[in-house]
């Protein structure tokens, strides 16, 4: 198989990182078109958020690209 168990956790994992990252995107909105709202602009939205999400995109390329390791009968192991 070309994905193995340790690689699908390892690629749920980083999509569960791109999700918070998302999550930690949102808001900052304001209720009244007419006032300017400047809470879109702190740190978590410019800085953590865009962060985590590059650490989510990291861990998809390394499930991806890792390959598992050949075991005593030079087999790729499942584990």
């Known amino acids: 198989m070309a994905i193995t168990r340790k690689g699908l956790r390892l690629f749920l994992a980083g999509l569960l990182v791109i999700v918070a990252g998302f999550i ?16 879109m ?7 953590a958020a865009p962060l985590v999400i590059l650490c989510g ?22 584990k």
Not at 41 to 47: A, E, I, Q, S, T
Not at 60 to 73: Q, T
């Open 24 to 39: 930690l995107m949102m808001g900052g909105g304001s209720k009244d078109p007419q006032v300017f709202n400047w809470a």
């Open 57 to 78: 995109i990291a861990i998809e390329i390394i499930a991806i690209m890792k390959r598992p390791k050949a075991g005593p009968e030079g087999k790729e192991e499942d």
């Open 41 to 47: 602009f702190d740190f978590r939205r410019l800085v």
